[in-house]
């Protein structure tokens, strides 16, 4: 106040700074009654602007303000022990499953919840009244779901990590099925540090359309969600138990697997993890293929369409064989198999790069092992480095779905369009298969965050700019913003309105935010820093979006409160605007208007009449004082034109106020 009061008074004349006599006081007058005063005093302002504060979760020692895990992050984790056979004949799968669960949380447990993910496909399910069979996430008209036919559980004795094998006896476990959730009453109580061991045999029959996610196709069957699983329980819900509806996808505890699958000898089996017993299951030939691809840039041929057709893909047995795989620190498991599988595989630091695909789709995914390599190596250089021995594409009738170290494709479209889904599936081994976000509730942290890294894994593919695809993908999205059904990124997975907010939040708005703050905001030095650093804080845990927000501000020391707050938790539209342009001797002036609600930086394009051109970039902040800001800028020649967002990429509506030409 003091530097105010002083600023004004050098501003007034220097008479009224002295007066020449002390004016008089005026006769003090009766006191104003209070109520008067109140209503006379403006009512206090929030500071809700687009750049007030961003309220986020306060951070403690589990979840840091920098957007790292604290001293304090626990997670629980399950390991399991599977195995299932195959009845083709009935499309029917039985199995048991050992699940070993650690409770590293402060928590003693009475209760735990499971996922019965299958449950979607019975009739009635709560997903059925909201996705038509025919849709693509229906399929509830069906016969499905688990049948669970024995469920016990012991509790582990604490000396088992010292060595011994002493447990407690195996008791009955109370459960209570909701739809899709299953919640285990226990038997004893859970302290921390303790782990219970569960026994559960069950069966389902195998929907035609898994809700685009799994399913069948005459003899080839694509097998996911086929054994119960652990729900999550974490510091910020406790136990995650929001139903499977087939919109929103998974949340998963990581641990190790070992699972056998027992199917027709005939079948090839491609699975999450690497195969344990390939004396059993591959011939000689094929052992000897394989260990020629894991050292082969170019793709090698393990079964060929004529080994297929003469039967010596196959060893000569009827009957059946169990394939057995085994996978660490992953968050589920997947398989595929079918009799006519082709398989091609090549290496790259020792990884497997394979695919798998009947003859009929042979013309299209001759190239996929190629396109699975080439996706392994530039998410790796990019990001982070591959953690697992294997990937495999699978082709079948699953338009496009992922599973750690499996990525399920259909077979058809242009070469360009298989690109696109095998490098979006195996793109999501790093989100949410390596960086386990929740699905289910942040579509956008699996789904947006892989749309922006398959930005430069197609690029750099076919040797292209993307830049144009870029402006289209920008304007589909804040035109989806205007319309009555709009909804915000932050939007829970299974609440959108639309099946186009799926794509809108899910997919392309999320990718775009990713691609301005990259290239519009930080830069991508600075960017990629911030995401590489993200993607290593939050490898195999569970992060939550202020995680993200945060560890991204705390690397680029930016705040970006701004930022987060209109792209992802309100649909406000960017509309950048030339209002006036006036010419003077040596500058001209620029008023520049955000016509939007949403903020960013402004790139300002002069046109000279020699034709030549300027680009000016103006940063966020010059909007702090309001929605227009005065740009003086020096010119030693005639400007003829002035524009912001010249080349389209900044994603903003309308264009019709984005320029100025002399003369019009």
């Known amino acids: 106040m003091r530097l105010v009061l002083l600023s004004l008074a050098v501003a007034l004349p220097l008479a009224a700074q002295t007066p020449a006599t002390p004016p008089t006081p005026a006769p003090p007058g009766p006191p104003r009654p209070a109520a008067?005063?109140?209503?006379?005093?403006?009512?206090?302002?929030?500071?809700?602007?687009?750049?007030a504060p961003l309220a986020l979760p306060t951070p403690d020692n589990i979840r840091r303000a920098s957007g790292a895990p604290g001293s304090g992050y626990w997670q629980q984790r399950a390991d399991y022990q599977i195995k299932a056979t195959l009845d083709t004949a009935a499309k029917r799968l039985t199995g048991t499953v050992t699940l070993r669960y650690t409770n590293n949380s402060p928590d003693t447990l009475t209760r735990v919840w499971l996922q019965l993910d299958q449950n979607l496909f019975r009739k009635g399910s709560v997903g059925a009244y909201l996705n038509a069979q025919e849709s693509r996430f229906g399929g509830a008209d069906f016969d499905g779901g688990f049948e669970i036919a024995s469920f016990t559980a012991r509790?582990?004795?604490?000396?088992?990590?010292?060595?011994?094998?002493?447990?407690?006896?195996?008791?009955?476990?109370k459960t209570r099925v909701d739809d899709t959730m299953m919640e285990a009453t226990l038997p004893f109580a859970l302290a921390p540090g303790r782990v219970v061991?569960?026994?559960?045999?069950?069966a389902f029959n195998i929907p035609e359309h898994g809700a685009d996610r799994m399913g069948r196709d005459g003899s080839l069957y694509e097998l996911a969600q086929w054994y119960p699983?652990?729900?999550?329980?974490?510091?910020?819900?406790?136990?995650?138990?929001l139903q499977y509806l087939g919109q929103g996808e998974f949340y998963l505890e990581y641990g190790d697997f070992e699972y056998e699958?027992?199917?027709?000898?005939?079948?090839i089996v491609a699975g999450t993890g690497v195969l344990q017993n390939p004396l059993e299951v591959l011939t000689a030939t094929q052992r000897a293929r394989l260990a020629q691809a894991v050292k082969s840039d170019t793709s090698i041929a393990i079964i060929t369409a004529a080994e297929l057709a003469d039967g010596s893909a196959r060893p000569k047995q009827a009957g059946t064989l169990t394939w057995r795989f085994k996978a660490q620190q992953v968050r589920d498991v997947a398989w595929a198999a079918s009799p006519e599988y082709q398989w091609d595989a090549s290496g790259w630091e020792g990884i497997v790069a394979q695919a798998y695909y009947r003859p009929a789709a042979a013309a299209r995914w001759q190239e996929a092992a190629r396109m699975s390599r080439f996706s392994i190596k530039e998410y790796s250089d990019r990001w982070l480095k591959y953690p697992y021995p294997q990937i495999s594409a699978v082709e079948g009738p699953v338009s496009g779905m992922e599973y750690?170290?499996?990525?399920?494709?259909?077979?058809?479209?242009s070469r360009e369009a298989l690109f696109g889904v095998v490098t979006h599936e195996i793109g999501h081994m790093w989100y949410p298969m390596i960086v386990g976000s929740d699905e289910r509730r942040y579509a956008w942290m699996d789904e947006g965050f892989n749309t922006f890294i398959n930005i430069y894994s197609e690029e750099g593919y076919f040797q292209r700019d993307d830049s144009r695809r870029r402006r289209g993908e920008g304007s589909f999205a804040l035109m989806a913003d205007q319309a009555p059904t709009a909804q915000p990124i932050m939007t829970y997975a299974n609440r959108y309105r639309t099946d186009n907010n799926l794509g809108v939040?899910?997919?392309?708005?999320?990718g775009m935010a990713l691609y301005a703050l990259r290239h519009k905001v930080l830069g991508p030095e600075v960017f990629d820093e911030a995401f590489r650093e993200y993607t290593r804080r939050w490898a195999f845990k569970h992060p939550q979006p202020a995680d993200f927000f945060r560890s991204m501000e705390d690397v680029s020391g930016r705040d970006l409160d701004w930022f987060w707050r209109g792209w992802f938790f309100t649909?406000?539209?960017l509309d950048q605007a030339v209002e006036s342009v006036t010419p003077g001797k040596g500058e001209v002036t620029v008023v520049l208007r955000n016509a939007g609600s949403m903020v960013m930086p402004v790139e300002l394009t002069l046109t000279f009449a020699d034709g030549s051109t300027r680009l000016l970039k103006y940063p966020v902040e010059i909007w702090y004082k309001g929605d227009r800001y005065t740009a003086v800028i020096p010119v030693d020649k005639a400007v003829t034109g002035v524009a912001v967002n010249a080349d389209g990429t900044m994603p903003e509506l309308p264009r019709g106020n984005n320029s100025w030409k002399a003369g019009n």
């Open 261 to 267: 699958v027992t199917v027709p000898a005939g079948y």
């Open 571 to 573: 649909t406000a539209a």
């Open 197 to 202: 061991v569960f026994q559960i045999a069950y």
């Open 404 to 413: 750690p170290m499996v990525a399920m494709e259909a077979g058809g479209g």
């Open 505 to 510: 939040l899910a997919y392309v708005k999320p």
């Open 155 to 173: 509790l582990e004795a604490a000396a088992r990590r010292a060595g011994t094998a002493a447990a407690g006896a195996a008791q009955p476990v």
């Open 36 to 51: 008067t005063v109140a209503r006379e005093l403006r009512a206090p302002v929030a500071d809700t602007g687009i750049f």
């Open 229 to 241: 699983r652990m729900a999550v329980y974490d510091d910020v819900h406790g136990w995650n138990t």
